[in-house]
């Protein structure tokens, strides 16, 4: 395939890329964002395996190797819940940042055969995006690893902090760039492995600071890291395809880790940078003295909810993790049935990704015109008759508002208290993922429903 047919279908399934963001910004264009992604990425694939131009031995290995990464992806796709998409999202991430380094260091190794030059004498225009890739790589990689234990429940979901681990980050930072520097004056084969070696470290440093409270911005960063090692590969390869997608990618997720952070009243650079001037908060995670609360059943949530005139519900993890939603649409059908005007509240961050909560709602076909975001609805909480929290801790936590040595203290969160009745879903009285006590628990207008979140919904249907 010519050169120029080549960059005309690249550019093809850069557009395609692009109308895929764009579908995907709204659950309601969301599958026709994913068609169009995929048409990207076929288109994409073909491309590349025609302007190779040489279908020896070596196209037969990719091929296989291709079909055997592809059957895996989908095996997993397929098996996976949606509570562990977070994890998944983090785990193919630290894949997307463990192959930039692998061809980075192949171009290195061989530049030759990626027409960069020779050992010793590599472009220097190259040896830069080769070298920035590779760092950008690792980073992501050790570090999407690190947030898939936490997410996992393998390692501690609590900041990791020790004295001075920002100094430490500062001056890792800065050797990989006058590494980087001299790399390309010397172009020694011990610089770049350090390089490599030291960015693994700073992925680590970067992520263990950061609490569970802040890994739904972890996660969308990560993504944001690897699309700009993808595209700083891409420049290496010259591959027009891989620096569009991971352009858009690294952009995208940039963007995305600011809103987020808009959202929870979190310090953009202080998450990117591993918490920096964050202050320590130990102390903070500790729950309270445990007080009284009050004890409610299916038929006391099914008395209040059918004598209101507004219920507003407020799905969490919680939800994820039971599957309910199935079974609190068919909730929500009864009470409509009876009169009741019911609204759903997401919370930016609620769950362990963004978009988590609208995913499932959307699989269980809830109207996405009832579905609202915090900015939209937060002021109907006062006016609220009954709030049905289902799974949600930290998003629904006054103590955002009143106490400022909480670890989410500033937070934008649901003004769930403020309604004239609170039914709280939940199994215990567990502190939620970012480790502290949910004040909510012990209001006056609150009624604790320990339950699993499905049996509960569902006993509450029968009760209606």
Excluded at 160 to 175: C, D, E, P, R, Y
Excluded at 267 to 284: C, D, H, K, R
């Amino acid at each position: 395939m010519s050169a120029n047919l080549s960059a005309l279908f690249y550019l093809i399934s850069g557009i395609l890329f692009i109308l895929a963001l764009r579908g995907l910004s709204s659950p309601e264009t969301s599958r026709q964002g994913n068609y169009f992604g995929i048409a990207g990425m076929i288109i994409s694939i073909i491309v590349t395996f025609l302007s190779l131009g040489n279908f020896g031995p070596g196209f037969i290995y990719v091929v296989v190797f291709l079909l055997i990464g592809g059957s895996i992806g989908a095996y997993i796709a397929f098996r996976i819940p949606m509570t562990a998409m977070p994890e998944l999202v983090a785990g193919f991430h630290s894949l997307v940042g463990l192959a930039a380094v692998f061809v980075a260091i192949s171009a290195f190794l061989n530049p030759e055969a990626f027409g960069l030059g020779s050992i010793g004498a590599i472009k220097l225009a190259s040896l830069i995006e080769m070298s920035l890739g590779a760092a950008i790589g690792a980073i992501t990689f050790s570090g999407s690893i690190i947030a898939f234990l936490k997410l996992r429940g393998i390692m501690s979901g609590a900041p990791i902090t020790f004295k001075g681990q920002h100094l430490i980050n500062l001056l890792l930072g800065l050797s990989i760039i006058f590494l980087i520097y001299y790399l390309c004056i010397s172009q020694a084969s011990n610089l770049f492995w350090s390089i490599v070696i030291i960015s693994f470290l700073v992925g680590i440093l970067l992520i263990i600071p950061i609490g569970g409270a802040d890994m739904p911005v972890v996660i969308s960063m990560l993504n944001s890291y690897s699309g700009w090692a993808a595209a700083g590969i891409g420049f290496t390869l010259e591959n027009t395809a891989l620096i569009i997608t991971g352009a858009l990618v690294g952009s995208s997720g940039a963007i995305l880790s600011y809103i987020m952070c808009k959202g929870m009243n979190r310090s953009f650079f202080n998450v990117i940078l591993g918490g920096w001037g964050a202050s320590e908060q130990t102390e903070s995670l500790q729950t309270k003295e445990q007080k009284p609360v009050k004890n409610g059943n299916a038929d006391d949530a099914a008395f209040l909810m059918k004598n209101a005139s507004s219920v507003i519900i407020v799905p969490g993890y919680g939800m994820a993790v039971a599957q309910a939603q199935h079974a609190l649409r068919e909730m929500v059908d009864s009470l409509k049935k009876n009169g009741v005007k019911v609204s759903y509240a997401i919370h930016p961050v609620a769950g362990r990704m963004p978009g988590h909560m609208n995913v499932l709602l959307a699989e269980a076909n809830v109207p996405y015109d009832e579905v609202f975001e915090l900015d939209e609805i937060n002021n109907d909480f006062a006016n609220c008759d009954v709030a049905y929290v289902i799974g949600a801790n930290d998003v629904t936590n006054p103590i955002a508002k009143s106490d400022p040595q909480s670890p989410i203290y500033g937070m934008p969160v649901l003004d769930v208290e403020k309604s004239k009745s609170v039914l709280f879903v939940k199994r215990s009285l567990s502190p939620g993922y970012a480790g502290i006590d949910n004040d909510l628990f012990y209001r006056d207008n609150t009624l604790m429903l320990f339950a699993d979140a499905k049996k509960m919904t569902e006993e509450i249907v029968k009760s209606l």
